[in-house]
């Protein structure tokens, strides 16, 4: 199992800017993808962006150009959000899929809420 910690959210004017972070920690070895999502109230969770072991990125079409997802060497994941618009507002969760003997898992984190407002 995984354990993710989620931290950075708040309250952003329009056109501000967050940084996310995931703390990871527990069997970091079956990890081939980290992720970001998020769910808005009303809507289902969606993909925000994803790093995979070999670091190769994908993202929402929503978010590209605006929001980077990247990791350092502790395994921790990050998430730059740049120009952030009202319709980002959602609860953020860190996501971590691994493989153990060919059986698929996904971790998840608490969430941090993001709100962008003015």
């Known amino acids: 199992q995984v354990q993710l910690v989620e931290s950075g959210g708040g309250l952003v004017q329009p056109g501000g800017s967050l940084r996310l972070s995931c703390a990871v920690s527990?069997?970091?070895?079956?990890?081939?993808?980290m992720g970001w999502y998020r769910q808005a109230p009303g809507k289902q969770r969606e993909l925000v962006a994803r790093i995979t072991l070999g670091a190769s990125t994908n993202y929402a079409d929503s978010v590209k150009g605006r929001f980077t997802i990247s990791r350092d060497v502790k395994n921790t994941v990050f998430l730059q959000m740049n120009s952030l618009r009202p319709e980002d507002t959602a609860v953020y969760y860190c996501n971590a899929h691994r493989t153990t003997r060919g059986v698929a898992y996904d971790d998840w984190g608490q969430g941090t809420q993001v709100t962008v407002s003015s």
């Open positions: 527990g069997s970091m070895f079956s990890i081939v993808s």
